[in-house]
């Protein structure tokens, strides 16, 4: 990866080398020039500038930037764009605060953009204590994610600019929200190419890490400190509430969810009435998890398998062996990051949906999603699709599904839908 050495991108004051801009306010602030044609996407409101848009060398160079530090960024003719956080390694070298002119990134402005995403999720319907709170760059905070568990909030800093205002952030958080509990979760491996060291431990309040959430009719227990990204799969909230109407509306008895992770879509199903659910997942303490939320609420253990496998061998096995089921859930983790994996990403989520077609009553639920960025929704369809036709199966497609609503999608960052869905109903023969 090729980045333009930090001293010899062009830090401009007015064009003049040597004197930094002034801020609306008349406050020093260093600004980015962009090279000729790669302001479009600012104009379009998308707020991430790539190490390769920046004009770079010169004799402009009039002083480098800190990490997470505003700059100001003007196109190559000097106009300007907007206010935005610099990053000292990430290839996006910059992610936009404001494209306002006027706006002054300070404490009251991230307060106040706080503020908004919070008071954004009255418009959502949300069936449960644990939402998202701020999803990043879709609520104007790029690089940051808080998590709200019943009285407990996590957050997870992933930018420089979110990190410079840390302290900030927490504070805004705490008398936004009236809650006195804070976990910093910065331990996601986008940190490192910000060129940011993992964090994580209590930023204010302090005690069990353990909580337990009430979604829709079922709860959950999580570990905020040990448990996957913040603790949990919020994102999949809405995805398990239709997964338990469908097992009962159409009475599916044998269950199998593969990648269950704690189990959220095993309690799903047992509380629509499945007779057995099978989960799989290679984490030993996610399986754990998984028994410990069954038990929690309330049904008999006999009623599941629990099993610490790959699910690849697994479903495998049951082709073998002749196995089927009414209803099938794939939630993988992310194949393809970026497009740069998309390709053998494709081959491996048809591989799996090939196999849990064939495993599949006919008039069963296949319920199967992608989380990965680099696969849009018209390419895992036709990654499923494929596995149809190489399983020698047909299926209606009865629902689209994306993440939550509290992990929103914008007009002006697409990245935002990263997770999809499809629920395939096997046609009878
Ligand atoms: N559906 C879950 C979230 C799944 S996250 C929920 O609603 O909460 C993806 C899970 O896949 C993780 O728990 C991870 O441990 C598991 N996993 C990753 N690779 C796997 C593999 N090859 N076989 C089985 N499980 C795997």
Known sequence: MFLTPLCQLSFL????????????????????????????????????????????????????????????????????????????????????????????????????????????????????????????????????VVDRYGDTLVAQFSSCGSERFKAVIVDALLKQTGLTRLYERSDASVRSLEGLPEATGWLAGSGNTEVILTEHDWKLSLDIASGHKTGFYLDQRDSRHKFSQYTRRMGFKRVLNCYSYTGGFTVAALAGGAAHVTSIDSSGPAIDRAIANVALNGFDANRTTMRDADVNAALRQYVKDGATFDAIVLDPPKFAPTTYHAERAARAYKDINRLALTLLEPGGALFTYSCSGGISADLFHKIVAGAGLDAGVDAYITERMGGAPDHPMTVTFPEGEYLKGLVLVKKLV
Do not use: Y
Not at 78 to 84: C, D, E, I, R, S
């Open 13 to 144: 004051g007015n064009g003049v080398p040597g004197v930094f801009a002034k801020s609306p306010d008349n406050h020093p602030m260093k600004s980015l020039r962009l090279k000729p044609g790669k302001e479009k996407s600012l104009l379009r409101r998308h707020p991430w500038v790539f190490d390769g848009a920046i004009a770079s060398g010169g004799s402009g160079v009039s002083g480098c930037a800190e990490a997470g530090e505003t700059v100001r960024i003007d196109s190559s003719g000097g106009q300007f764009l907007a206010w935005a956080a610099f990053s000292l390694q990430s290839k996006i070298r910059a992610r936009v605060w404001s494209f306002n002119e006027a706006q002054r990134i300070d404490a009251t402005f991230i307060g106040a953009a706080c503020a908004r995403a919070i008071l954004a999720r009255s418009f959502f319907n949300i069936q449960s204590d644990g939402l998202r709170l701020i999803h990043g760059e879709s609520d104007g905070l790029p690089g940051l």
